[in-house]
T-cell receptor, first 111, second 114 residues
Framework: ELKVEQNPLFLSMQEGKNYTIYCNYS?????LYWYRQDPGKSLESLFV?????AVKQEGRLMASLDTKARLSTLHITAAVHDLSATYFC???????????FGQGTRLTINP | SAVISQKPSRDICQRGTSLTIQCQVD?????MFWYRQQPGQSLTLIAT?????????ESGFVIDKFPISRPNLTFSTLTVSNMSPEDSSIYLC???????????FGEGSRLTVL
């Protein structure tokens, strides 16, 4: 059974700082997704990582995937308050587009 | 990307009743998915809805409780039957864009069962 674990689950940080959210998963997969969810809202697609070594960047967010280590990271550079949200990683189970989600990381960025 | 519309966006329901949620997409898609997000929790896949065949349900979800229709390539419904307070959740439909590999989610339908 595929398990996806995020770390940390809660993160409070200061504006301007850098930090990384980790996503570990238990079985082989080569497709991993990152989403953002604001309170009371749906999920916004941030990144889809399709192969080992994939790295994607959008603004202050950068995601990477190491399929051998079964690890993805979401790195936040020089955080700003607008990035406060819950971030989910999700792994494609068996290549069937059936996603197994991590628990989510609630990120709060303080001025 | 794609535009995915869900109705209703929210509802308050009485125990024992059923509610049907609609999901409309602005383009034809082969696979549509239904997820549940319980309060303060992550998302769990309920079922995969394919046009022209019965939905495929995940462990812990059954057709009698969550019947799904997929009459065409742009539309699907999920019914939550005989609701109890434990069914209070956000229900989201999702589609796969084959050209990018991205999965997009609708705005969600927030159900509160009293």
């Amino acid at each position: 059974e595929l398990k996806v674990e995020q770390n940390p689950l809660f993160l409070s940080m200061q504006e301007g700082k850098n930090y990384t959210i980790y996503c570990n998963y238990s079985t082989t997969s080569d497709r991993l997704y990152w989403y953002r969810q604001d309170p009371g809202k749906s999920l916004e697609s941030l990144f889809v990582l399709l192969s080992n070594g994939a790295v994607k960047q959008e603004g202050r967010l950068m995601a990477s995937l190491d399929t051998k280590a079964r690890l993805s990271t979401l790195h936040i550079t020089a955080a700003v308050h607008d990035l406060s949200a819950t971030y989910f990683c999700a792994v494609d189970r068996q290549g069937a587009q059936k996603l197994v989600f991590g628990q989510g990381t609630r990120l709060t960025i303080n001025p | 990307s794609a535009v995915i519309s869900q109705k209703p966006s929210r509802d308050i329901c009485q125990r024992g009743t059923s509610l049907t949620i609609q999901c409309q997409v602005d383009s034809q898609v082969t696979m549509m998915f239904w997820y549940r997000q319980q309060p303060g929790q992550s998302l769990t896949l309920i079922a995969t809805a394919n046009q022209g065949s019965e939905a495929t349900y995940e462990s812990g979800f059954v057709i009698d409780k969550f019947p799904i229709s997929r009459p065409n390539l742009t539309f699907s419904t999920l019914t939550v039957s005989n609701m109890s307070p434990e069914d209070s959740s956000i229900y989201l439909c999702s589609i796969l864009l084959a050209n990018t590999g991205e999965l997009f989610f609708g705005e969600g339908s927030r159900l509160t069962v009293l």
